[in-house]
């Protein structure tokens, strides 16, 4: 169980398109998922909260302008890196809390990488 | 904002030898996560901890949450290769909410 799914698990786009990667709890709800962004041989960070039939809370530092997140449903978020540049080329982590249980768990998704020339 | 120090950053060692990570704060937390992630995926959840001193075991795992529920600690035993990877632990606040992530251990076990 608490099995979370993330796509595309990779992506290559060209610098100034839009890239959406979907979160998906495939086994349980989740009113709340969150995303997270990860460099290499370092912890995550995260980026916002995403809050079913409501507006994300994104962290301090984070455009949201630039990170759309829409969670329209109990089991998919997604996140829309719009105007993509280079510098967002990174490893792209959510997770879900099931809420049914009672302890906060995240359980996370495998990753996106997303390259972006 | 809530900070979840983890130590030590890097770890190597060879097989069949004992290691501890920690996770210390200044922080009470409602509950604690270890998570163990591979490279290119994303992390793996192996306990959850939510009593003050309460201690689980995962195989050759062993996970302890304070008795002030500030601090936690995994020891391996006898460690092998195939548990390299990077070690997490997440706190969650008391009230609720986001999970503060420690910034994680690196561990390469060398047969």
């Known amino acids: 169980g608490a099995v979370v799914s993330q796509h595309p698990s990779w992506v290559i786009c060209k610098s100034g398109t839009s890239v959406k990667i979907e979160c998906r709890s495939l086994d349980f709800q989740a009113t709340t998922m969150f995303w997270y962004r990860q460099f290499p041989k370092q912890s995550l960070m995260l980026m916002a909260t995403s809050n079913e039939g409501s507006k994300a809370t994104y962290e301090q530092g984070v455009e949201k302008d630039k990170f759309l997140i829409n969670h329209a449903s109990l089991t998919l978020s997604t996140l829309t890196v719009t105007s993509a540049h280079p510098e967002d080329s990174s490893f792209y982590i959510c997770?879900?809390?099931?809420?049914?249980?009672?302890?906060?768990?995240?359980?996370f998704g495998p990753g996106t990488r997303l390259l972006v020339l | 904002t809530q900070l979840l120090e983890q130590s030590p950053q890097f770890l190597s060692i060879q097989e069949g030898e004992n290691l501890t990570v920690y996770c210390n704060s200044s922080s009470v937390f409602s509950s604690l996560q270890w998570y163990r992630q591979e490279p290119g995926e994303g992390p793996v959840l192996l306990v959850t901890v939510v009593t003050g001193g309460e201690v689980k075991k995962l195989k050759r795992l062993t996970f302890q949450f304070g008795d002030a529920r500030k601090d936690s600690s995994l020891h391996i035993t006898a460690a092998q290769p195939g548990d390299t990877g990077l070690y997490l632990c997440a706190g969650v606040s008391t009230n609720a909410g986001k999970s503060t992530f420690g910034d994680g251990t690196t561990l390469t076990v060398k047969p």
């Open positions: 997770s879900a809390r099931d809420s049914e249980q009672i302890q906060e768990t995240q359980y």
